[in-house]
T-cell receptor, first 112, second 111 residues
Framework: NAGVTQTPKFRVLKTGQSMTLLCAQD?????MYWYRQDPGMGLRLIHY???????AKGEVPDGYNVSRLKKQNFLLGLESAAPSQTSVYFC???????????FGPGTRLTVL | KNEVEQSPQNLTAQEGEFITINCSYS?????LHWLQQHPGGGIVSLFM???GKKKHGRLIATINIQEKHSSLHITASHPRDSAVYIC?????????????FGKGTHLIIQP
């Protein structure tokens, strides 16, 4: 039982390149979230999903796209990476409302 | 959108001291979360509470819904408690649409 996993753990991109971050869960939770963490800013919500086939925008969605084709996977895409997207990305899962959230180990992304 | 303020931002204490970290928020909520982030980067949920008080070992969390304020206490602090402690509340009060976070309290416990 791995809980929440994220792939890859580290990545360096050049400006303009694209990539996809994968979040996978084996806890059967409906809700999945993508956050980014930047120094001095705290964690901020990028996009989230309340179930298979659904996605919604969070606080800072610009420059990112997401998909939830399978309940256990939530993908975060960067179509054309920018240096401002250098950050640590965390996936989290939960049951929404009064449920606690469980976080993945994070992906450290650097865009040069 | 809910706004979260934490204090202090940094705290250094000696082993054994009683630690208090404070959190205030702007909009009524269904539940408040306290999280811990160790230097390695992983984030762990410590508490989720909607009223009163919860205790896990040496950690105690309290919340005052009327005053929109919560505190995290650590009794008999130990160097292994050194971490960043983060308060979080639902973005819009209800909880399904994700959390908004304080900037964290960086705690160092010296032996």
């Amino acid at each position: 039982n791995a809980g929440v996993t994220q792939t890859p753990k580290f990545r360096v991109l050049k400006t303009g390149q694209s990539m996809t971050l994968l979040c996978a869960q084996d806890m059967n939770h409906e809700y999945m979230y993508w956050y980014r963490q930047d120094p001095g800013m705290g964690l901020r919500l990028i996009h989230y999903s309340v179930g298979e086939g659904t996605t919604a925008k969070g606080e800072v969605p610009d420059g990112y796209n997401v998909s939830r084709l399978k309940k256990q996977n939530f993908l975060l895409g960067l179509e054309s990476a920018a240096p401002s997207q250098t950050s640590v990305y965390f996936c989290a899962i939960g049951r929404g409302g009064l449920g606690e959230q469980f976080f993945g180990p994070g992906t450290r992304l650097t865009v040069l | 959108k809910n706004e979260v303020e934490q204090s202090p931002q940094n705290l250094t204490a000696q082993e054994g001291e009683f630690i208090t970290i404070n959190c205030s928020y702007s909009v009524g909520i269904s539940a408040l979360h306290w999280l811990q982030q160790h230097p390695g980067g992983g984030i762990v949920s410590l508490f989720m509470l909607s009223s009163g008080k919860k205790k896990h070992g040496r950690l105690i969390a309290t919340i005052n819904i009327q005053e929109k304020h919560s505190s995290l206490h650590i009794t008999a602090s130990h160097p292994r408690d050194s971490a960043v402690y983060i308060c979080a509340v639902p973005l819009s009060g209800g909880g399904a649409d994700g959390l908004t976070f304080g900037k964290g309290t960086h705690l160092i416990i010296q032996p």
